[in-house]
């Protein structure tokens, strides 16, 4: 009768034993995943951070100038487009907020912040863009058209990171 009450302990030690160490090894695996998800957010690798250099409108046409030390990027975006991006850069609000204005105020009451802004691609003459939001420890990746991120981005002072292969090398 000994043995046996010393036989079912040992089982259920090593049965609690058993779980303990699932468990642990679950969080581990937990934890890792959300360390490389959050690593794979913030990765620059093949992109250089650029600031915005110069807005220029022309008629019915408008060029964004982003710049670093010896690259740049320059493209087409729409008067309305430039109006909005130099708006944010003068920090002048009109009669009214306009829709970037609207959108960090959204932003802000949700405690969502902006981290970052990617121009990732050109594809059939149109470039994409990834607008990097953070609410506590959850990220979410926004797909966006260039002059709305960068136009968000002049407003909450984020980095701006444009894919290497998109730049034309000045020096």
Known sequence: MIWYTRSRRKRRLMYSLTIII???IAISIYSLYGYVQTRKIFATEGFIEMRLEKVISVDKLAVVQLKSDCSEL???ISPDQASAISEGI????????MTHDTFVNVLEGF???PIMVKITKLSENTYYAELT???GNR???VDSRPSDAIALAVRTNVPIYVNESLTTKVC
């Not at 003068?90 to 907020?97: E, G, L, Y």
């Open 90 to 97: 003068s920090n002048v609000t009109k009669f009214r907020p």
């Open 111 to 113: 405690d969502v912040k």
């Open 22 to 24: 699932l468990i642990l």
């Open 133 to 135: 939001l953070q609410r």
């Open 139 to 141: 990220f979410l990746i």
């Open 74 to 76: 320059s493209f087409y």
